[in-house]
T-cell receptor, first 113, second 113 residues
Framework: KAGVTQTPRYLIKTRGQQVTLSCSPI?????VSWYQQTPGQGLQFLFE???????NKGNFPGRFSGRQFSNSRSEMNVSTLELGDSALYLC????????????FGPGTRLTVL | DQQVKQNSPSLSVQEGRISILNCDYT??????FLWYKKYPAEGPTFLIS???IKDKNEDGRFTVFLNKSAKHLSLHIVPSQPGDSAVYFC????????????WGAGTKLIIKP
C-alpha cells in the first residue's frame, strides 16, 4: 500500500506570495490532518478534513485554508505569506478519526524569504 | 496555553539502559493518548497508544504508563538501542473534541554507545 505523499517537498517563496501544498492520503483513509512544525514548537494543528468537510480547526489565521476532494486528496493554501510561515508542513491520514493511528507524509519544507 | 507538555527538550541515555520520556497534560477531558517517533527528514510514525480506561500498555520494548490523577504519562523503552535515537512526541485527544490530537513539543532522545 502506498504511503502518504506530499508535493512539493521543498518550496521557496517571497513575502506576500501565496502557496498551495498537496497531500494524497493512503488509499481508504478518509481523515486528513495538516500540521505546521517549527523548531521547539512541536506539531501545531492546522485543520482536519473528513469526507470533504473541515471537521476540526486549529488556531491559525484565515490566511491558512484547506480543502478535501472526493478522492480524499487534500490541499492547503497559505495566502499573503509572512516570514514566520517558514516551516515544515506535514500531512497525516487516518482511517476515520484523527486519533486513529495517523500516517504522516514526509512533509513540505516551505521557506519564505 | 499548552495542554500537552513535554518539559524535557532532550534526553541522553546509555545504550542498553532504560529511557523514560515524560508528558504532562492539563485537560481532564483527554481520554486517549499516543506516542509518535520522528527521525530527521521524515514524518512522525506511530509508536504506541493508551486509553484512559487503562494505566499501562506494552508493546515489545515500549511501555506507556498513564497516571490520570497526576495527569501524567510516560514512555519507557527497555533496553534502549541506537535506533531509538529520535524525537518523541506525545499527543492527546478527547472524544468530545472530535478526537482532535493535541501534541507536545517533543523530546529528543539520544542513545549513547
Amino acid at each position: 500500500k502506498a504511503g502518504v505523499t506530499q508535493t512539493p517537498r521543498y518550496l521557496i517563496k517571497t513575502r506576500g506570495q501565496q502557496v498551495t501544498l498537496s497531500c494524497s492520503p493512503i488509499s481508504g483513509h478518509r481523515s486528513v490532518s495538516w500540521y505546521q512544525q517549527t523548531p521547539g514548537q512541536g506539531l501545531q494543528f492546522l485543520f482536519e478534513y473528513f469526507s470533504e468537510t473541515q471537521r476540526n480547526k486549529g488556531n491559525f489565521p484565515g490566511r491558512f485554508s484547506g480543502r478535501q476532494f472526493s478522492n480524499s486528496r487534500s490541499e492547503m493554501n497559505v495566502s499573503t505569506l509572512e516570514l514566520g510561515d517558514s516551516a515544515l508542513y506535514l500531512c497525516a491520514s487516518s482511517l476515520e478519526y484523527p486519533n486513529n493511528e495517523q500516517f504522516f507524509g514526509p512533509g513540505t519544507r516551505l521557506t519564505v524569504l | 496555553d499548552q495542554q500537552v507538555k513535554q518539559n524535557s527538550p532532550s534526553l541522553s541515555v546509555q545504550e542498553g539502559r532504560i529511557s523514560i520520556l515524560n508528558c504532562d497534560y492539563t485537560n481532564s477531558m483527554f481520554d486517549y493518548f499516543l506516542w509518535y517517533k520522528k527521525y530527521p527528514a521524515e514524518g512522525p510514525t506511530f509508536l504506541i497508544s493508551i486509553s484512559s480506561i487503562k494505566d499501562k500498555n506494552e508493546d515489545g520494548r515500549f511501555t506507556v504508563f498513564l497516571n490520570k490523577s497526576a495527569k501524567h504519562l510516560s514512555l519507557h523503552i527497555v533496553p534502549s538501542q541506537p535506533g531509538d535515537s529520535a524525537v518523541y512526541f506525545c499527543a492527546a485527544s478527547a472524544t468530545d473534541s472530535n478526537y482532535q490530537l493535541i501534541w507536545g513539543a517533543g523530546t529528543k532522545l539520544i542513545i549513547k554507545p
